[in-house]
């Protein structure tokens, strides 16, 4: 019994290690009068640029935005060269 729950633990780090973080950068609109902006999220689930699509359009329309387009989706090691860009948009939706 040690032996299961021993491998039932390895496989839960390993399945928690393997979910990397995700983020996509992104461009945004306001009309009347027009607004742009560049921002970075973080991403859900499957790191895809349409999955990000899909929760960016939901989020930023909360905030009164409009989706552009997804340039593209990243793990942590993009993030930091990106946050001096993003300026009030890094991580906020």
């Known amino acids: 019994m040690k032996h299961l729950s021993f491998t039932f633990m390895i496989l839960l780090f390993g399945a928690s290690m393997a979910q990397a973080a995700c983020y996509a ?3 945004a609109k306001q009309d009347n009068p027009l607004r742009l902006h560049y921002g970075v ?3 859900q689930g499957d790191c895809s640029v ?3 699509e899909g929760q960016l359009r939901q989020r930023l329309a909360g905030g009164g935005w409009q989706l552009l387009n997804v340039l593209g989706v990243f793990d ?3 993030l930091d ?3 001096d860009s993003a300026g009030e948009y890094f ?3």
């Open 81 to 83: 060269g990106r946050k």
């Open 91 to 93: 991580l906020r939706y």
């Open 41 to 43: 999220a973080e991403v």
């Open 76 to 78: 942590d090691a993009g």
């Open 25 to 27: 950068d992104y461009k």
């Open 50 to 52: 349409s999955s990000a």
